[in-house]
């Protein structure tokens, strides 16, 4: 994996993203282009939904008034791993698959392998989403999606409890697990930090922070790496974590279930995104909360986060090619994440649009701050699917905070199910 620093980022819109799932029959060109009819679009299940649905019916409707005999069927689907098995339904079924699609970009190299999705490299020309990003929805120099959205992660806390407790904001690991310790102590009704045992890209931050990797890169093919001693270190520095948010309770959380708990009131920190926002203030948090970067083991550093991101993406065996590029585009584009940004809180990645919410968004400087300190991805392989969907890091981490194994153990087990998805 590479660190990707953004220290132009707002300027530039500079940012890689990620998500994951599977391999089938490629699609065939369909070989016509139909201009009337339903438009088949799936879209990614949110866990506050609705204002993603108000911003999608307004892009629906402003394309529908100008393309006359068309309608856009939109379907929300799962993100968990019945996505995998969806799309590769879809891709080798193009009379069940939709025309348009959301995926995450850890999914492109899978995707792509699979043939699922169409090259679009003459179609998105000429626009304000850099070469940087746009280079992470490319595999052999072509371009198989636009980046819709990215994704960064820190950490949010509640600025009541901290009040009251006279804690201040975390700027070390150490005094990350000893406010998560003090507010257990004394609210036992909160967590001190919700942290999730199915929360892998809550857990990868403190093994890149620590100088570890899920995998590493040499001669062309990756390695499992999760069982160095200084990934180690970093699984359990997250794990340590659970102290204050029992494996009984947290072991089976998903960062969307670590984002509920947080909204709820129910924990004094969590781990989240940007694109978390409209959950928590939709829930008893709001108003009662700020966010700073997730700090290091170091004072006063940042830890690595991942930078994850959707793309949307143009299946291959479509017969509405032409209405399907016009409505990614409009959808991807910069009026629509500007909207989606003001409804989801999802970074967008067209450096207009950026800059713009930027200047007028205060909430956005912690996970600016953490973009610029540098972030890190998954391996960019379609083997990566593999690690994800056999859950293997969760097994390790769940594994650990129920004292089935210890972390030597554990990081072992997982490295050698990471070799055997690469091949090794």
Not at 19 to 30: F, G, L, N
Request: charged share 20%; glycine share 10%; net charge positive.
């Amino acid at each position: 994996m590479k660190i990707v620093r953004w220290a132009a980022l707002v300027a530039a819109g500079a940012l890689l993203a990620a998500c994951a799932p599977p391999s089938a029959a490629p699609q065939k060109d369909a070989g016509v282009d139909e201009k009337t009819g339903a438009l088949r679009v799936w879209l990614f299940q949110e866990p506050n939904q609705p204002p993603k649905e108000k911003v999608v019916k307004e892009a629906v409707d402003e394309f529908t008034a100008a393309h006359k005999g068309v309608t856009v069927e939109i379907t929300y689907i799962p993100t968990n791993n019945t996505r995998h098995e969806k799309f590769k339904g879809a891709f080798s079924d193009p009379a069940s698959a939709p025309d348009v699609a959301e995926y995450g970009n850890t999914d492109v190299a899978d995707y792509v392998a699979a043939g699922g999705f169409a090259d679009l490299t003459k179609d998105v020309t000429g626009g304000d989403i850099s070469k940087d990003l746009l280079g992470s929805a490319t595999i052999d120099g072509k371009l198989y999606g636009l980046p819709w959205y990215v994704g960064l992660r820190a950490l949010y806390y509640r600025t009541d409890v901290f009040t009251e407790l006279n804690i201040a904001p975390p700027t070390s690991y150490a005094e990350l697990a000893a406010a998560a310790t003090r507010i257990r102590a004394a609210k036992p009704e909160l967590y001190g930090i919700a942290v999730g045992g199915e929360y892998t890209f809550g857990a990868l931050p403190f093994v890149w922070d620590a100088g570890g990797d899920v995998a590493a890169k040499k001669d062309g093919k990756y390695t499992g790496a999760i069982s160095s001693p200084e990934s180690r270190a970093g699984v359990k520095a997250y794990t340590d974590l659970f102290a204050t948010c029992p494996a009984q309770a947290c072991a089976g959380l998903t960062g969307g279930k670590t984002a509920e708990l947080f909204a709820t009131g129910k924990a004094g920190m969590a781990i989240l995104g940007n694109f978390n926002k409209g959950a928590v203030e939709a829930g008893a948090a709001k108003g009662k909360y700020a966010v700073v970067p997730l700090p290091g083991a170091k004072p006063g550093s940042v830890a690595p986060a991942f930078a994850g991101g959707n793309n949307l993406g143009v299946l291959k065996g479509t017969k509405k090619r032409s209405l399907a590029v016009e409505f990614t585009k409009l959808l991807g584009g910069q009026k629509y994440q500007t909207k989606m940004y003001e409804a989801m809180g999802n970074l967008p990645t067209s450096s207009a649009a950026l800059a713009d919410v930027a200047g007028k968004d205060a909430f956005l400087k912690p996970f600016l701050a953490t973009a610029s300190a540098g972030t890190r991805f998954v391996p960019l392989d379609p083997a990566w699917v593999k690690v994800d969907s056999q859950k293997v890091i969760p097994t390790m981490l769940q594994k650990i905070v129920t004292g089935q194994a210890s972390v030597d153990k554990a990081t072992e087990e997982a490295n050698t199910a990471i070799n055997g998805a690469f091949g090794r």
